[in-house]
């Protein structure tokens, strides 16, 4: 039942994200005078629609997406520009869609079409979608990290190595393995370690510092441990441990992780939430756009990368999956049942991934390609350049840019979208990713 739940949660939180989504093109196209002729939350036959003024706001039967209709998408053609036909007298593609978009402008109203705004009222239309989501997603990610907090690892010790066994992976010891420094000084799960050798340690970076400061010496160590102050005596032995980088081992010429020599005393940090200041917000924001944008760079190696596990046997690309994917998140999120991992965690990991999915939105919605925002941006973008160049040459004005000749590129485009959707949706069924591993 608690799947179910944190699915619908999901599904909540999503569809608002589209109708506001949608509301960052309505509101300035309607401020620019615009007329928008309908509000649209999904796709397929309309559930439930009422008329307000000049525009019809309804949801529809599949909530997937949504649209803002605007009179005059496509401008008309250049004058002494011939309509193209088909070989048997029929409108192309193109010309069909340029008519039906003319039909809606009644006379009277071209001033009032998308095509007439000037280029930085276009900008702003079709900016005001992604730029929301871009909004919505600060606003979660400030809630979680000033009022949840970012997972951080603490001062307090989770775990105690109880031996030095030879091979690093080990999960058991053996009769011949030595203790490891760290249980040999009485040190035990749960102590909150307060100073290390004279110095006071608030976090696990200072505990960490303070262990590679000391080197191989004794140290005195001041632990809290059941409300009490208990001072141990640590000596951390050298041994040589792979190089960690970016979580992921370095590997020398031969293919084998580098070692270097560390003070090793055996000990692991728990974790818990941390409420940061609001000011550590913006890079927080920064950093979550950022690796965004690499993971829709990267998309098309990643999604070969996942046919390959969805059709052969290659590994699983865990940083790409679909709705369904997202799905099982949002369930895990509200059924995981483990210690320490409560309603203040679920909480926080649910608006974190509803951020997430605004952040992904923003990047995807701004490639230059129709029929997303960033095709209209960039075709305003081109008409601006085209209105420069000819006012510099004293040329006439060249008007908008025709994008409805990119038409046949924008069907080519959504059946990579829909191929991709349900590409995704079959790798989340037969190898999906779990937050559990």
């Known amino acids: 039942m608690e799947f179910v739940v944190g699915v619908l949660v999901l599904a909540v939180g999503l569809v608002a994200s589209i109708a506001l989504h949608e509301v960052g093109h309505l509101v300035p196209a309607k401020r620019f005078g615009v007329r928008v002729s309908q509000y649209m939350v999904g796709f397929g036959a309309t559930v439930w629609s009422r008329t307000r003024g000049e525009t019809e706001y309804g949801i529809k039967a599949v909530p ?6 605007m009179i005059g998408m496509y401008p008309p053609a250049p004058q ?11 409108a192309t593609l193109v010309e069909e869609a340029r008519e039906v978009s003319l039909e809606e402008v009644r006379p009277g109203e071209e001033g009032r079409t998308f095509y007439a705004l000037s280029v930085p009222k276009k900008l702003v239309v079709m900016l005001g979608g992604p730029v929301m989501n871009l909004l919505i997603a600060t606003v979660l990610l400030a809630v979680v990290v000033t009022g949840f907090g970012v997972a951080t690892y603490t001062a307090t010790l989770g775990s105690v190595q109880q031996c030095l066994a030879e091979d690093p992976e080990a999960t058991g010891c053996a009769a011949e ?22 110095t006071p340690t608030r976090t696990w970076d200072d505990v960490s510092a ?12 001041v632990v809290e441990r059941e409300g ?51 000011t550590a917000v913006p890079g927080v924001v920064a950093d979550s ?35 369904v994917g997202v799905g099982r998140f949002a369930g895990e999120i509200a059924s995981l049942d483990g210690e320490g991992y409560g309603l203040t965690e679920r909480t926080a990991d649910m608006l974190g991934l509803l951020a997430s999915l605004n952040l992904a939105l923003f990047v995807f919605n701004l490639l230059p390609l129709l029929p997303l925002d960033g095709g209209h941006i960039a075709g305003a973008l081109w008409e601006g350049a085209r209105r420069v160049v000819a006012r510099r040459r004293a040329r006439p004005d060249p008007g908008p840019v025709d994008v409805a000749r990119l038409l046949p590129l924008t069907y080519v485009v959504v059946i990579a979208m829909v191929g991709m959707s349900l590409l995704l949706a079959y790798a989340d069924i037969v190898r999906p990713v779990s937050l559990t591993g």
């Open 64 to 69: 997937l997406g949504g649209y803002v209709r």
């Open 80 to 90: 002494g520009t011939p309509a193209r036909r088909r070989a048997d007298g029929r």
């Open 177 to 198: 393995d030595p203790p490891a420094p760290g249980a040999a000084a009485g040190l035990a799960p749960g102590d909150t370690v307060v100073s290390w050798a004279g």
């Open 210 to 221: 303070a262990i590679a400061a000391g080197g191989a010496a004794p140290a005195s160590v």
């Open 228 to 278: 009490e102050e208990v001072t141990l005596t640590v000596t951390p032995q050298t041994v040589e441990r792979p190089v960690v980088e970016d979580g992921e081992y370095v590997l020398g010429e031969d293919g084998e992780p580098v070692t270097e020599a560390r003070p090793f005393v055996g000990i692991a940090p728990t974790v818990a939430l941390q409420r940061q200041p609001l």
């Open 289 to 323: 756009v950022v690796a965004t944008v690499d993971v829709v760079l990267t998309l098309p190696q990643r999604l070969v990368s996942i046919a390959d596990a969805a059709f052969g046997d290659g590994e699983r690309d865990p940083g790409v999956v679909g709705l």
